[in-house]
């Protein structure tokens, strides 16, 4: 039997990345679709954000302005694509507090360069593998109830796929040592927010509360 091409792109991240999404997120997700498409359109517009924030700042790295350009322009398309999917469905875009997620990961951040870039770097990795990992687990469970959103969310996972492989080779780029080390703090971090309890239901974050 052969094997589906995404197994393949998948598994980089599932090598990198030290848990999976809990089976109660998933059911979670299902559940609440909208809250899902309206947190993953903000998700799509921080990233854009996050990536041009970095162009402003380190002016002087060519390699990370030509990375950073395209992946914003990435971001923003796919944030217009899944605010086009929400008014389909006639869910609202309305204002949610952010998760925990992404500003307790950016908490670790050094305050010192050049260790802070590599800090942002790192962390734009696991975001963008966490968002990749978390479209591929929710394909079985949308397959029937949405195809469409199933469909999408399929066709995001070579390009989030390379995004995190841009944010990991800059990182190893612009370090003057083995970040190794401190990729695997970071994800620690991660696993942390993962699998534990979260009070919000949002695209990154925990375990849901009542679970």
């Known amino acids: 039997m052969a094997q589906d091409p995404l197994d393949t792109l998948m598994q ?3 090598n990198f990345l030290l848990c999976s999404t809990p089976k109660a997120w998933l059911e979670q997700a299902i559940i609440d679709l909208p809250t899902l498409l309206i947190d993953h359109a903000q998700c799509e517009k921080k990233a854009a954000s996050s990536a041009m924030s970095l162009m ?3 002016v002087d790295k060519s390699e990370l302005l030509k990375k950073m350009s395209q992946l914003a322009r990435e971001e ?3 944030f217009e694509q899944v605010v086009n999917l929400m008014q389909a ?3 609202e875009y309305l204002h949610l507090s952010a998760a925990r997620y992404a500003e307790a990961l950016r908490q670790e951040v050094s305050k010192n360069e050049p260790q802070r870039l590599i800090d942002l770097l790192i962390i734009g990795a ?5 968002s ?7 394909l079985p469970y949308l397959a029937d ?8 969310y399929r066709s995001l996972l070579r390009s989030e796929g390379r995004h995190f492989e841009d944010y990991l080779q800059l990182a190893r780029l612009y370090s003057r040592t083995d970040i190794d080390p401190r990729i695997q703090t970071l994800l ?5 927010l993962i699998l534990s309890p979260d009070t919000e239901f949002r695209f990154h974050s925990g375990v849901p509360h009542a679970a």
């Open 145 to 152: 109830l949405d195809p469409e959103l199933a469909k999408y």
């Open 76 to 78: 923003l398309l796919h």
């Open 89 to 91: 469905r006639d869910i």
């Open 126 to 130: 696991i975001i963008e593998a966490r």
């Open 56 to 58: 402003y700042r380190y």
């Open 132 to 138: 990749c990992e978390r479209f591929y687990s929710l």
């Open 188 to 192: 620690q971090k991660e696993q942390d």
């Open 12 to 14: 980089p991240i599932h």
